[in-house]
Structures are given as structure tokens and as C-alpha cells.
């Protein structure tokens, strides 16, 4: 497989609002914390429209692509596309495996969509912790977070800003932010970015469905 096919997992993302103030744990109240992780774990099932960005930091090299991504708690489905030239790829993962098609509809399996993006690209897309990631829910071994606080008419809110996880043997900076309320229910995220030694990934979610 070429290089260039990580052209499927990139975006070079313009503009940024000024980022909230951060608030470590100690000074924010968990109620606050619950409240919205409560909210983040309930849901089941969720679509996203955005735009995602791959930078290699060793080699200085960046791409970009459109995204349309739909979970469920069995399916994953990761549409990969170019608004005039239309579908790029698709990735997809439910309880049989994973197989990703090319933009000749040509098949590829695997176990799961992590693992299968590590064999065809040579690189381990962290698509397993970026599912949680995506809609501000606190992953399993995450450490250093901060906080921002949302009051609200009845009770504050406090989504995640930032955090320290190690996954697949790298340490990733996690940091979102831009939350606002999805369809007068959940307050979820609209810009994310993962940080390592040696990538880093930006998605700017342009819509939400729940």
C-alpha cells in the first residue's frame, strides 16, 4: 500500500478560538465531573461529521480528509471522503471483524480496525482509544486531567479539557475542547487533538447526531 493512502486519516485544520481556562480536579467539584461522564456513558449510539488531520512529526509531513463517522455499541463505520470527488474509503469493525475498501472498493480483513490500519499503513491509529476520546468520556488509565467548567441552570457541568493515556506503547496528550450542547441534550466536543512523541491527530467535528 502506498504511503499516500494515510491521506485517509488527515486534515489540516485552520482557526482556533482562545481555550477555556483549565481547572485541575482538586479545584472543581465531582459532582460536576459525574454529572457530565454520566451523561457521555449513556450514550449508545452516535454520528459525527467532521474533518481529520494526520501530522507525522518525525518526517514533517501532513494530509487530510473528510470524515463521517457512525458507532453503535457493536459497528463502527468510518467513511473517508473529498466533497467533489466523493468516497475515499471506508473503514468498518462489527462483532466479525474489520475490513477496510479502498476507493476501488477493493477489500481488506482483519481482527479489528486498529489492527488492520497497523498492517496496511504501518501505523497504529489509536481508533479503539479515539472512541472514547471523541465524545469526552474518560478512558481507562488516564491521568493528569483538568477540567473546564459549564454552569448551567440547574446543576454545573465539568467535561474533561485534558489528560495524559498511554496506549499501544505511546504516551498520547489528550485535549478538547469548543463543547457545546447536541441537540439540547449532551455537551460534547468539537475540536480533539492527540499528541505524541511521534504523531499527532486534530478532529474538528463540524455536526453531531445522537
Not at 73 to 93: D, I, M, S, W
Not at 116 to 134: G, T
Not at 141 to 148: D, K, L, P, S
Request: glycine share 4%; net charge negative; with cysteine.
Amino acid at each position: 500500500m502506498k504511503l499516500s493512502l494515510l491521506l485517509l486519516f488527515s486534515l489540516i485544520l485552520v482557526g482556533c478560538a482562545t481555550p477555556p481556562k483549565e481547572i485541575p480536579m482538586s479545584a472543581i467539584d465531582s459532582n460536576a465531573v459525574a454529572r457530565h461522564q454520566q451523561q457521555v456513558g449513556a450514550l449508545e449510539q452516535w454520528q459525527l461529521r467532521g474533518q481529520l488531520a494526520l501530522f507525522n512529526l518525525n518526517a514533517d509531513e501532513r494530509d487530510s480528509v473528510y470524515l463521517e463517522w457512525r458507532q453503535s455499541p457493536n459497528t463502527l463505520q468510518l467513511r473517508f471522503y473529498h466533497p467533489l470527488k466523493g468516497t475515499l474509503a471506508r473503514l468498518e469493525q462489527d462483532a466479525q471483524g474489520a475490513t477496510y475498501y479502498d476507493e476501488d472498493e477493493q477489500a481488506f480483513y482483519g481482527y479489528d480496525a486498529e489492527s488492520l490500519v497497523a498492517r496496511l499503513f504501518n501505523f497504529e491509529l489509536p481508533i479503539n482509544l479515539l472512541q472514547q476520546v471523541v465524545t469526552g468520556k474518560l478512558p481507562q488509565g488516564a491521568q493528569q486531567q483538568r477540567y473546564q467548567l459549564l454552569e448551567q441552570p440547574e446543576l454545573p457541568l465539568a467535561p474533561l479539557l485534558s489528560y495524559q493515556v498511554s496506549r499501544n506503547e505511546q504516551q498520547w496528550q489528550v485535549q478538547l475542547h469548543d463543547y457545546e450542547q447536541s441537540q439540547g441534550t449532551v455537551f460534547l466536543p468539537h475540536n480533539v487533538e492527540l499528541r505524541s512523541n511521534d504523531w499527532r491527530i486534530k478532529l474538528r467535528v463540524r455536526e453531531w447526531k445522537l
